[in-house]
């Protein structure tokens, strides 16, 4: 499959071909038809990535330096050393 960057190029291409006029009718019903299937198929691909710009964005943030709270640390190490002491 192309980049979206290469399909978006193929599409300006479309694009300037059928505005200059200089090409036959079925020529330019034919790059009419492959410009609007490229045009659907990158409008999913934007809305792919923008749904998925939306989740990074309100993911929430993650404290880089988690503090530990040692209120208990005899506790804490009988949790590491099985619960007995």
Known sequence: M????ERLS?????SEKIK????PLEEAVSLF???????KTLEKDLARVERKIEILI???EKPEDTPVLELFPE??????????N
């Open 58 to 60: 309100n993911q929430p």
């Open 2 to 5: 192309k980049s979206f960057e």
């Open 10 to 14: 193929r599409l300006e291409e479309i």
């Open 75 to 84: 506790l804490s190490n009988e949790q590491e050393n099985g619960g007995s």
């Open 33 to 39: 038809e492959e410009g609007i299937k490229l045009a």
């Open 20 to 23: 200059d006029g200089n090409i």
